[in-house]
């Protein structure tokens, strides 16, 4: 039996209680997946990562959970991470890289007393299909949204820089605030494309420190509403690049969590196909798992 610490980190915010909440757990070289699954279930938040001891070196390995499966790449959990690791592991302020399922990933950490800057730069994006017609009106079933209620000039379309996501644009806050889902469409729809993750966005209400309010839903892989989510912003700000002149100088900040209670803002710099998401967090808890 092995003492493992647990925190209970809030991402993309300095305040408690607000943000995207996530497990870290450290450490965990002798932990099957089958036993950071049921870690993850029993945390019950919507991503849990897992930290491999530390060897000195500039790489840290790390796996993420959902209650329900892996992923390739978490990035409010990689805030969290990287939280931990500086505020707690002894990690100094440099650059550094994160082996994840997802690949060798750039990691920078400005040490500060509290709330460690962190930013992570995401894998090269890519932009996948548009939706078809038909995916289009499931879509909409799914929403339990009309035809007029989207951008018509911003298609829906699959984009990824890691984790891939459904970008769907409103064009009105009230509409993605007030959303009714018909979750086994939704989900229904998720498997058809292979993609789980519904990334929801508006300009409506938008001003120069927000691009856009959004919501993400992924039902489908266990979250069925996540409340501050990094890699969806990283794809939408690359979508953004390629289609609109909303992102000046490379810059974007992207408000999400309003309709849960747990707002959190995501700011993301975006290099030609590349995201870098920057964020802070706090510690809420710390604990202890004897397994």
């Known amino acids: 039996m092995e003492d493992r610490t647990v925190w209970q980190i809030d991402a993309f915010t300095t305040s408690p209680f607000s943000g995207n909440p996530a497990g870290v757990v450290y450490p965990c070289d002798s932990l099957t997946a089958e036993e950071m699954l ?12 897992f930290i491999q001891r530390l060897d000195g070196c500039d790489v840290q390995h790390i796996r993420f959970f959902t ?24 990690l100094k302020s440099g650059e550094y890289r994160m082996q994840c399922k997802a690949g060798l990933l750039p990691v920078s950490v400005e ?4 709330h460690p800057r962190i930013r992570v730069t995401q894998k090269e994006g890519h932009f996948g299909p548009l939706l078809t017609d038909e995916q289009n009106k499931k879509l909409i079933e799914a929403l339990q949204l009309k035809p007029a209620s989207f951008y018509k ?8 820089t890691g984790n891939a996501k459904v970008l769907v644009g409103l064009k009105n806050k009230h509409e ?14 998720g498997e058809e494309l292979g993609v789980p993750g519904f990334y929801l966005y508006t300009f409506d ?5 927000i691009t856009a309010h959004t919501r993400m839903f992924s039902p489908g892989s266990g979250v069925e509403e996540d409340p ?23 810059r974007a900040s992207f408000m999400q969590g309003e309709a849960m209670g747990r707002q959190g803002v995501v700011s993301v710099i975006v290099n ?3 995201a870098t998401v920057l964020g802070q967090a706090c510690t809420v808890f710390e604990t202890h798992l004897l397994l």
């Open 153 to 160: 000039d911003l298609p829906v379309q699959i984009v990824s």
């Open 228 to 250: 501050v989510t990094g890699n969806a912003a990283g794809a939408l700000a690359l979508y953004l690049s390629r289609y609109t002149n909303r992102m000046p100088e490379g």
């Open 205 to 209: 209400q938008a001003d120069e420190q």
């Open 111 to 114: 040490s500060l007393p509290a």
């Open 176 to 189: 993605l605030d007030a959303l009714s889902l018909r979750r086994e469409v939704l989900i229904a729809l």
């Open 38 to 49: 049921k870690i993850s279930r029993e945390l019950n938040n919507s991503e849990t990562a």
């Open 272 to 274: 030609q196909l590349y």
């Open 67 to 90: 209650v329900k499966q892996e992923v390739p790449l978490c990035t409010h959990a990689t805030v969290a991470s990287y939280h931990v690791l500086s505020t707690k592991l002894g």
